[in-house]
Nanobody
């Protein structure tokens, strides 16, 4: 199994920045990529970004492209989501998830059912 723990959420003003972390442990070698998703009250969970544990492949939702950056530190088994220019509509619980497919990220990484393990989430609140 893979255990995922998110951290870094909090309250920020619109236009501000936050960096979320997703620390992975356990059988991390069994996963090929980490995805970030978010879920606002009353809405479905939506894809934000994904990154592979090796190589340079990343994939972003159009709504965050140019504002959010996903990165990783393999030595720490941690994936980060740097969020800049935050908007009130970015407020949600943010989850990270581990997937194992080897096909290109754009093919599968935006679908929640492609992921095998999920963290508990971290709350991001953006005040206007």
């Amino acid at each position: 199994q893979v255990q995922l723990v998110e951290s870094g959420g909090g309250l920020v003003q619109a236009g501000g920045s936050l960096r979320l972390s997703c620390a992975a442990s356990g059988r991390t070698f069994s996963s090929s990529a980490i995805g970030w998703f978010r879920q606002a009250p009353g809405k479905e969970r939506e894809f934000v970004a994904a990154i592979r544990w090796s190589g340079s492949s990343t994939y972003y939702a159009d709504s965050v492209k140019g504002r959010f950056t996903i990165s990783r530190d393999n030595a720490k088994n941690t994936v980060y989501l740097q969020m800049n220019s935050l908007k009130p509509e970015d407020a949600a619980v943010y989850f990270c998830a581990a997937g194992s497919r080897i096909t290109p990220l754009k093919v599968w990484s935006s679908r929640t059912n492609e992921y095998d393990y999920w963290g508990q989430g971290t709350q991001v609140t953006v005040s206007s």
